[in-house]
């Protein structure tokens, strides 16, 4: 389950799209605690893997988007 739901947080975030931390953690059933090391692992990814890509916090949402640093 645990690498499912990464996916689909990468998948999310690879295609552009805003993830909303709170929305994210009621549809999965993960706490935000989950969420933040799921977002770090992710970013680990990138920076071994895709170094021109970043996740970034947008605002005061905490919603969540890849960029280009």
């Given amino acids: 389950m645990k690498i499912e739901i990464i996916l689909l947080l990468y998948d999310r975030l690879i295609c552009g799209c805003?993830?909303?931390r709170n929305a994210f953690?009621?549809?999965f059933g993960i706490s935000e605690r989950t969420f933040y090391r799921y977002i770090r692992e992710i970013n680990d990814f990138l920076r071994w893997h895709?170094?021109?890509y970043v996740v970034d916090l947008?605002?005061?949402n905490h919603?969540?988007?890849m960029r280009k640093p």
């Fill in 63 to 65: 919603e969540y988007y």
């Fill in 58 to 60: 947008c605002g005061k």
């Fill in 18 to 20: 805003k993830v909303g």
């Fill in 25 to 27: 953690c009621v549809q």
């Fill in 50 to 52: 895709k170094s021109d």
